[in-house]
């Protein structure tokens, strides 16, 4: 394993059985071993800095009906919810003041926000707040839709792709909907001339050590700027409430692996790796991370938007998220840096 791990280290790729070998038949010792590589490439792009995106979760109305997704359509009992714009604004007044130079747009796939919405959204934040990146979050869109974001002002968009496998995306996701779309869409983002975010859950129903090697090819193809992965998290009201959720050392080392796939990528330490362990995030930043994604949502929102249960920080307000993560990233020797936060290219 350790020969693995070392050719992985040195050439930024491995071939699928190799992955499925790593992630399958992996000791401690080998994670460990992983974890020493991928600490140090971190430090070699980004040292001890850890980047900061402020995300305002504006609606959890959602068209789709993801088999996981506490805000899928049919769950019936989740009091929904828009921001206005006017919240939107104040989320990102009281965000720059807190230091943030990212705001992530995240919300369901919801039609009242029209592109025309989007679009005057994007370009009034960003004419208000020149120097720092608008990220968006929405979802599947058209080719067309995209690029008038991307006009508008938007500079980043996170996608996650789910599962690289086809038969597997089938079981997490109703039939309506498209692996192959999902990838188009991924493709479509990085030649409008986003940064692109695609990533998994880790440990979601039905995953195979396969599934997850092929998500390893899939991210090494199409070269993301951003990789999100957590923890697959059940939530009660879905069709998926009695599944096992993902675990803490799964999730560490596949953040391992991605580190040493994509050198230079931005890869936070979610709030799902948060919830499952109460240092999660903390443990994720040492084994390779390097963005935290405190919430700036109105806190008589947070509640709201329970994609899984147990969701941490749905009480607190902007600022003791924020003073927290940067607490929590100083006791562990790292601190937390309130630039834009962009990939560094390769070196
Ligand atoms: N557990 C963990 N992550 C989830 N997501 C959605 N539902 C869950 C869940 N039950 C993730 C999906 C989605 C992102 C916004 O949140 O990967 O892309
Ligand atoms: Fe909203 Fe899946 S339920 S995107």
């Not at 828009?82 to 989320?91: A, E, P, Q, T």
């Not at 039609?111 to 020149?130: A, G, H, M, N």
């Not at 986003?194 to 193809?221: H, R, W």
Request: neutral net charge; charged residues 25%; aromatic residues 10%.
């Amino acid at each position: 394993m350790r020969k693995l791990i070392d050719k992985l280290y040195n050439e930024t790729a491995l071939t699928k059985g190799e992955y499925v070998r790593l992630i399958r038949d992996h000791t401690q010792e080998d994670a460990d071993y992983l974890f020493t590589l991928s600490a140090k490439r971190r430090e070699e792009y980004y040292g001890k800095d850890v980047y900061i995106r402020g995300l305002i979760e504006f609606t959890n109305y959602c068209k789709n009906d993801c088999l996981y997704c506490g805000i899928r359509r049919s769950s019936k009992n989740v009091e929904r919810y828009r921001l206005s714009n006017d919240d939107i604004m104040s989320c990102c007044e009281q965000g720059y003041g807190l230091g943030f130079r990212t705001f992530v747009l995240q919300g369901g796939e919801d039609p009242y926000f029209t592109d025309d919405r989007i679009c005057s959204l994007v370009s009034t934040i960003k004419s208000e707040y020149p120097d720092c990146a608008v990220t968006l979050s929405i979802g599947e869109k058209e080719h067309e839709s995209y690029q008038a974001y991307f006009d508008a002002g938007a500079d980043r968009y996170l996608l996650r792709h789910e599962t690289a496998d086809d038969s597997h995306y089938a079981r997490l996701h109703p039939a309506e909907m498209s692996p192959w779309h999902r990838k188009k869409c991924l493709y479509d983002l990085k030649s409008i001339g986003y940064q692109v975010g695609c990533g998994f859950m880790v440990g979601s129903p039905y995953q195979t050590a396969e599934n997850l090697a092929d998500d390893m090819l899939f991210i090494k193809a199409l070269s993301p700027h951003m990789v999100g992965i957590g923890p697959f998290i059940s939530q009660h009201e879905t069709p998926f409430s009695e599944m096992q959720s993902g675990t803490l050392e799964q999730t560490l080392f596949m953040l391992g692996l991605i580190r040493l796939t994509l050198p230079n990528v931005l890869l936070p330490s979610t709030t799902a790796l948060g919830t499952i362990h109460p240092l999660g995030r903390e443990k994720g930043i040492q084994v390779g991370a390097n963005v935290v994604m405190p919430n700036l949502s109105p806190v008589s929102v947070r509640k709201k938007y329970l994609l899984y249960d147990n969701k941490i920080c749905t009480g607190d307000e902007a600022a003791e998220c924020r003073y927290c993560l940067q607490n929590r990233m100083k006791a562990i020797g790292f601190s937390v840096v309130t630039s834009r936060g962009d990939c560094l290219p390769i070196k």
